[in-house]
């Protein structure tokens, strides 16, 4: 009667596993049909030369530099995003209230059409936010447009429900009207604790795929860079930690090649105030060890743009948020500090954003926390004042 | 394709509506003692469970916040619940209904005194992988565990060994719970694109931790 038992246990333990093995063979041979190509960057993210110029007056070797503050009456805005249209045009989001991650916050978006700034209009409030994703949400902030090769624009904001900024969770808006209508947000689902701390900060980079990385950084008890990839069509795919060190934060990156790429990362260390950077050399799938550069940061987000064959700019704070400069390099490691765009004690500047177009380089950043402003300049600018300090030395 | 948010709506709807069920037969002493005849055990199982699923009724469909329901405010805070966590609630209501000796009326933890759901192997190796994958995720270990969830194949291997232990440890309903969840994870029936989502989550784990410890 044992041996019986004993058989009978067997038996079906052993249809249990064929129909574990046979299950999970067949799963992975689907799975492996499905599996994504590696990424590579696309050439429109490592080389702007494709690109035609977005004003024509200022092709003819004229110096152009102008500034303006985008009209917006709210007490508190910050972190703005920034990116271009089609017909020169280029669009702006950035998140204003009373203060911020008061509840009164939304996320507000301006267009700009070459020569003005239009009309400014809330479009994701946390009311909004919980009624997409079907979860409460008590602020939003920090929100990243990026337009991809088909047009689609996608807008990336992040929402708490409880908690403060490290308690954040990403959510994913698109629009196929550039920017006149958006569709119903969605909950990215990118950490295994409870879906917090995942945060976004930079535009994001575009593949040969036509998909795209989106940079975030993780906040919860320890600070970390990573890079979100998307397919063409802006599914989530996958996610890729740049390293596993505390305190570096907010990646901006670089591509120099269809593979190679720099990551510059945000700095919040007590005791190490470095700007650093790491390299890939496999479209993003593998990256460095954190390196210093030559540059300092005490915890201001950095951005970084190629604005010519082998020149790339970055737009940071130099020391304390009360400067923000500009800083060439041509080798993307050794950069030299070339323009201050602000220098007043007491005020803000901060996080900025770029956008390369041809020969017109666009730029906005958080205004004395009161505004967005709007920087514009062209190349024979930016060479004039790395002329000037060549002439110095 | 199934909606993604209907699943895991389901789920934290069905924790909710179970706790509620716990408070309300603590209150209102709705237990059914191994003691107790079979009838009064049959009764007040019965009566736990068409309270838990008024309450899941409620807790899905009665805005309570700003228009949203209970299971929403949960969801914003906690996050998305894991395939095995829904199929676990689902054989607690299972034995609420049938089963009269498994109790969720009951003064301990949610899920479940001596008689095993959690399983205690399961629970050991919830907590062993949760260990390691949260560990890693919050950077402690270099290695990103989590992102091996985005492609799979080696991870496979890894559940087809543990569903193995599974068997090993007369676990055979946990082995199964997991090849749903793999299963699950192939027809994209949640948000998440990571495998580790539809295997266990922090809820789960901390119920298998409460498991291993405290019985």
Redesign the interface.
């Given at each position: 009667m044992r041996y019986e038992n004993n058989t009978s246990n067997f038996a079906?333990?052993a249809f249990?596993?064929f129909?574990?093995?046979f299950?999970?063979i067949t799963?992975?041979i689907?799975?492996?049909a499905s599996?994504p190509q590696n990424p590579t960057f696309s050439e429109v993210a490592y080389s702007n030369l494709l690109s035609e110029s977005i004003d024509e007056d200022a092709d003819n070797g004229e110096v152009l530099f102008t500034s303006e503050l985008i009209p917006e009456s709210l007490p508190v805005a910050h972190a703005s995003s920034l990116d271009a249209l089609p017909d020169g045009k280029l669009i702006a989001f950035w998140f204003a209230g009373s203060r911020e991650g008061a509840t009164d916050v939304k996320i507000w978006q301006s267009v700009y059409d070459g020569k003005k700034w239009g009309s400014v209009t809330d479009v994701v409030s946390p009311?909004q936010t919980?009624?997409d994703t079907?979860?409460?949400?008590k602020k939003v902030g920090n929100p990243v447009v990026y337009r991809s090769i088909n047009g689609i624009l996608h807008l990336f904001i992040v929402s708490v429900?409880?908690g403060g900024w490290s308690g954040s969770?990403l959510n994913h808006y698109m629009s196929h009207d550039n920017g006149k209508t958006w569709g119903r947000g969605?909950?990215?689902?990118l950490?295994?604790?409870?879906?917090?701390s995942t945060l976004a900060r930079t535009s994001a980079v575009t593949l040969s795929d036509g998909g795209f990385y989106l940079p975030v950084y993780?906040e919860?008890?320890?600070k970390?860079p990573e890079m979100l990839r998307f397919d063409r069509d802006g599914n989530?795919?996958?996610?890729?930690?740049l390293n596993?060190?505390?305190g570096l934060l907010q990646p901006s990156i670089l591509p120099l090649s269809n593979l190679k790429a720099y990551a510059y990362l945000r700095t919040h260390r007590k005791y190490d105030n470095h700007l650093y950077y790491e390299v890939t050399k496999d479209g993003g799938i593998t990256w460095s060890e954190p390196k210093p550069t030559n540059l300092s940061n005490e915890n201001s987000s950095i951005v970084v743009a190629q604005v010519d064959k082998n020149k790339y700019l970055m737009v940071h704070n130099p020391s304390k948020r009360d400067k923000l400069s500009l800083a060439i390099s041509n080798d993307g490691v050794k950069w030299t500090e070339v323009y201050s765009l602000e220098d007043t004690i007491g005020n803000e500047f901060s996080y900025p954003s770029i956008q390369v177009h041809g020969d017109i380089v666009d730029i906005i950043y958080t205004w004395k926390r009161k505004n967005i402003k709007h920087v514009r300049f062209n190349k024979a600018w930016l060479n004039q004042k790395a002329g000037e300090l060549n002439n110095d030395e | 394709m199934m909606n993604n948010?209907l699943i895991t709506?389901v789920t934290s709807g069905l924790l909710i509506s179970i706790l509620i069920t716990i408070f309300v037969s603590i209150m209102f002493g709705l237990r059914a003692n191994n003691s107790d005849l079979v009838v009064k055990q049959a009764k007040m199982g019965f009566l736990r469970f068409i309270i838990t699923i008024v309450a899941f009724l409620i807790v899905l469909f009665v805005p309570v916040?700003?228009?949203?329901t209970l299971t929403?405010?949960?969801?914003?805070?906690?996050?998305?619940l894991s395939i095995t966590t829904l199929l676990i609630l689902l054989l607690v209501l299972r034995n609420n209904l049938f089963n009269h000796q498994i109790s969720v009326g009951e003064f301990e933890p949610l899920v479940m005194r001596y008689n095993k759901v959690p399983n205690r192997a399961f629970a050991f190796i919830i907590v062993v992988l949760g260990c390691f994958?949260?560990s890693s995720?919050?950077?402690?270990?270099?290695f990103?565990i989590?992102?091996i969830g985005?492609?799979?194949?080696p991870l496979?291997m890894l559940?087809?060994g543990i569903?193995?232990l599974f068997?090993w440890f007369s676990a055979?309903r946990y082995?199964l719970l997991w090849?749903i969840a793999?299963?699950c994870f192939?027809f994209k029936c949640?948000?998440?694109?990571?495998l580790?989502?539809y295997l266990f989550?922090?809820v789960l784990w901390l119920i298998c931790l409460i498991r291993l410890f405290r019985f």
């Open positions: 079906k333990v249990l596993l129909i574990a093995a299950f999970i799963f992975l689907l799975h492996k599996h009311n919980a009624n079907k979860r409460f949400t429900g409880i969770g969605e909950r990215l689902i950490s295994p604790i409870l879906n917090i993780h919860f008890i320890r970390y989530f795919m996958s996610q890729t930690r596993s060190y505390t | 948010n709506t916040y700003k228009s949203l929403e405010l949960l969801r914003g805070i906690i996050g998305d994958l949260y995720y919050l950077g402690y270990i270099r990103d989590y992102d985005y492609f799979p194949s496979f559940v087809l569903i193995e068997l055979r082995a090849l793999v299963l192939y949640e948000s998440s694109h990571n580790w989502d989550d922090p």
